[in-house]
């Protein structure tokens, strides 16, 4: 019976074996483009997120966003006192593996966007 079973199997298309029933069944997944539509919106909501937080970024492409952010960020840590920043690293940390993964979902803001 068993090997019967694998013969029929076997034969199925590819098509036929993604939409049978039972235990070989995959649950359905997101598509590459909405995978996609989804990283690109993650990607503007970040930027637009170092636009608020970093001076002098306001009217910057993305790349320039990023790239002043992270100049931002080193010009700020080199200015903290070392045993500041350790203990701000080691908190941030905590949170982070605390922290439910979040995947590429984001908030909504209050501006509507």
């Keep these: 019976m068993m090997r019967a079973c694998n013969l029929v199997w076997g034969a199925l298309t ?8 039972g235990p ?11 995978k996609e539509k989804l990283r690109r919106a993650n990607i503007v909501h970040s930027c637009n997120a170092f636009r608020d ?3 002098c970024v306001r009217d910057k492409d993305k790349a320039a966003c990023f790239r002043i952010s992270v100049e931002y960020v080193k010009f700020l840590r080199n200015r903290m006192p ?3 920043l350790q203990e701000l690293d080691r908190e941030f ?6 922290a439910e993964p ?3 979902e984001f ?7």
């Design 14 to 21: 590819k098509i036929e074996k993604r939409t049978a029933t």
């Design 24 to 34: 070989f069944k995959k649950k359905p997944s997101m598509g590459h483009t909405a």
């Design 53 to 55: 937080l970093v001076p």
């Design 82 to 84: 070392r045993e500041m």
């Design 93 to 98: 940390e905590n949170i982070q593996a605390n």
């Design 102 to 104: 979040r995947g590429l």
């Design 107 to 113: 908030e909504e803001s209050d501006d509507g966007e």
